[in-house]
């Protein structure tokens, strides 16, 4: 029997960030595609029993749940210096780099560890992660330059960025994400609705006000005048230090039912806030996937986000892009140089985007132009003197149903942020 042993400790963590989920969903698949006479072997740091029954609830089907003799904290150190615990041999796969990365001998023993970096900030962005942080990351990503026999990341983006401080030679592995099998809508969609106060017409972004999430600047500019008063809805931690998204949004002097922070949804609330929206709008500064896009994405969300690579390249020209402030850390993507990069995107949300952020790049429609929309047709009007608003009416060729109501709304997509002019 062939056993693939897992590392996943990252479901201790109390954190419900993207590498907890990633951990317990590719886990998850390697279970159920486990081809015959090959079996899944799971660890853990020393936990309690409850959480080990939770963990083995959660992850069926797995041929053994090894709890290691230390606990988490210990367990971090242990591996960052190298020592040997638990006899963790074999085939050893691990979501995260946090692994036991030694000198093996792979060829003899049979032994090989893959490990996995999710992004770079650690090197771009250090002070998003604090210091501690940092430095594990570095120390780790060195052990694993020296140890590991594969390093996995989510992007080329990512693998660019790493080479830039360290070499791993061939043994880098670019293998992407996707939506969770929990995000899914569920049966009582509309009583979540109706619960969570969704408005007809929204738009929808994650995260915090962090300054790397470019949250803040995202509702400074829903206060601009070219924002036609689509509300803005946020899920994620309100609060970031002394600071949080209300109050950046009553700073801004807009009314509460402008922006609105609902918190931490569970899969079934994000499936619903998602398929409701009107467009996600993903103003993030660096990521290492951007798995929110491809969220966006499985329920026919048209997206806005900035042009960090990462993001450019999962988006895969399916998206509009709009450029970052420029900084030494902001080096724009080479896709988002091409106007084709929102041709792939809903057309009534080009229509509208492509005048908002009257880019270079994005070629604005002609005057008296009428891009076609799924539903009718957008038609660019003069809206004033100024000359790099442009508001766009779409006229119904048909009865509206709630799914072409939702597709006409769609025609104000970046008209609601002119996130460019807000960030510079």
């Not at 500064?285 to 900035?306: R, W």
């Not at 009865?399 to 025609?411: E, I, L, T, V």
Request: proline content about 8%.
């Amino acid at each position: 029997m062939t056993t693939l042993s897992v590392v996943v400790d990252e479901l201790t963590s109390t954190e419900t960030g993207g590498v907890r989920r990633y951990t317990e969903e590719l886990t998850r698949q390697l279970i159920a595609t486990a081809p015959a006479g090959c079996e899944v072997r799971a660890y853990v740091s020393n936990v309690p029993d409850e959480q080990l029954d939770e963990l083995r609830a959660a992850l069926p089907g797995l041929a053994d749940l090894v709890r290691l003799p230390l606990a988490r904290r210990e367990l971090t150190l242990a591996w960052q210096s190298g020592i040997a615990v638990g006899g963790v041999r074999g085939m050893v796969h691990a979501p995260s780099l946090l692994a036991p990365l030694r000198k093996h001998d792979t060829l003899n023993d049979g032994d090989q560890v893959a490990v996995t970096i999710h992004d770079a900030l650690a090197w771009t962005h250090p002070e998003s992660l604090g210091a501690t942080t940092v430095m594990w990351t570095k120390s780790m990503a060195k052990r694993a330059r020296k140890h590991a026999d594969a390093i996995v990341v989510p992007t080329h983006a990512v693998a660019n960025s790493l080479a830039e401080s360290l070499d791993f030679g061939d043994r880098i592995r670019v293998i992407g994400g996707a939506p969770a099998t929990t995000l899914r809508l569920p049966a009582d969609a509309d009583e979540r609705a109706a619960r969570l106060g969704l408005p007809p017409v929204y738009a929808f972004t994650l995260g915090s006000i962090m300054p790397r999430k470019g949250i803040a600047p995202l509702i400074r500019a829903v206060a601009r005048p070219e924002s036609h008063d689509i509300p803005l809805l946020i899920a994620g931690p309100d609060r970031y230090g002394d600071g949080t998204a209300t109050g950046v949004a009553a700073a801004a002097g807009l009314p509460e039912d402008r922006v609105r922070a609902l918190g931490r949804l569970d899969d079934a609330d994000l499936a619903v806030v998602l398929d409701r929206a009107t467009l996600f709008v993903y103003p993030s500064l660096a990521e290492g996937f951007g798995l929110p896009i491809v969220e966006a994405f499985k329920f026919g969300l048209p997206v806005v986000h900035s042009d960090d690579p990462a993001l450019v390249e999962v988006a895969a020209g399916a998206s509009l892009v709009v450029e970052r402030p420029a900084s030494p850390r902001t080096t724009p993507a080479t896709a988002s140089a091409s106007p084709a990069r929102s041709a792939a995107s809903s057309t009534t949300a080009t229509c509208a985007a492509a005048s908002a952020f009257s880019r270079p790049t994005v070629p604005a429609p002609s005057a008296g132009a009428t891009p076609p929309s799924a539903s009718g047709r957008c038609t660019p009007t003069s809206d004033g003197p100024r000359p790099r608003a442009i508001r766009h009416e779409c006229r119904e060729s048909a009865p509206q149903s709630r799914d072409s109501s939702r597709m006409c709304a769609k025609r104000f997509v970046t008209n609601v942020f002119v996130v460019r002019r807000a960030w510079t």
